[in-house]
């Protein structure tokens, strides 16, 4: 589990703050990726970035915005956020191969978020 | 559309009984399917992964996971529950055709309570 490493563990903020969540993987990875996790429902990929380029973004409002300054690390700069933000945070990272989706992701502990 | 199903929100087991950890899915193609192990206020843990070959898939902690490919099903199984096994169990699957993009998608979770 300390492959991927997330910072802070725990964060409450009010609406009007602005905070970042940090992610660090020691595993090589070439690829990185965002999902939150809400209660009772199924983990919602958010970000995934593929060698530092962002390669997916599911419709996520403006109020989260990646950034990947290289292959080991990746942040979510949060601001303006509204109470059902409030959730886990989970990072993934995975080694991507063209041409074969076989990779497994590997996830770090999560931040837990809570919006005031 | 990919999806995956666990059905059941809760599986309650006596200790040293076997236990099972239902998943369907449906994906086009040949999938690419995995489960993980989420244990309180921990991230998710890789248990195992059938990507081809033996329909039988062995991994972490005791674990398998046999894939039936007329039934759609992954399910998980153990031979012997221990009390340590109480944590929640997420399917995921991914489509094998690479042009497909190869997103992983989650089941909703399943919570597995082993009781003494």
């Known amino acids: 589990e300390t492959g991927v490493t997330q910072t802070p563990r725990h964060l409450v903020m009010g609406m009007t703050n602005k905070k970042s969540l940090k992610c660090e993987q020691h595993?090589?990875?070439?690829?990185m990726y965002w999902y939150k996790q809400s209660a009772k429902k199924p983990l919602e990929l958010m970000f995934v970035y593929s060698l530092e380029e962002r390669v997916e973004n599911n419709s996520v409002p403006s109020r989260f915005s990646p950034e990947c300054p290289n292959s080991s690390h990746l942040f979510l700069h949060l601001h303006t956020l509204q109470p059902e933000d409030s959730a886990l945070y989970l990072c993934?990272?995975?080694?991507?191969?063209?041409?074969?989706?076989?990779?497994?992701?590997?996830f770090g502990p999560g931040t837990r978020l809570l919006v005031l | 559309a990919q999806s995956v199903a666990q059905p059941e929100d809760q599986v309650n087991v006596a200790e040293g009984n076997p236990l099972t950890v239902k998943c369907t899915y449906s994906v086009s193609g040949n999938p690419y399917l995995f489960w993980y192990v989420q244990y309180p206020n921990r991230g998710l843990q890789f248990l195992l992964k059938?990507?081809?070959?033996?329909?039988l898939v062995k991994g972490s902690y005791g674990f398998e996971a046999e894939f039936n490919k007329s039934q759609t099903s992954f399910h998980l199984k153990k031979p012997s529950a221990l009390v340590s096994d109480s944590a929640l169990y997420f399917c995921a699957v991914r489509a094998s055709n690479y042009n497909q993009g190869g997103k992983l998608i989650f089941g909703q979770g399943t919570e597995l309570s082993v009781k003494p």
């Open positions: 059938y990507i081809t070959g033996d329909n």
């Open positions: 595993l090589g990875h070439n690829a």
């Open positions: 993934a990272s995975s080694q991507s191969r063209a041409g074969t989706n076989q990779e497994t992701q590997y």
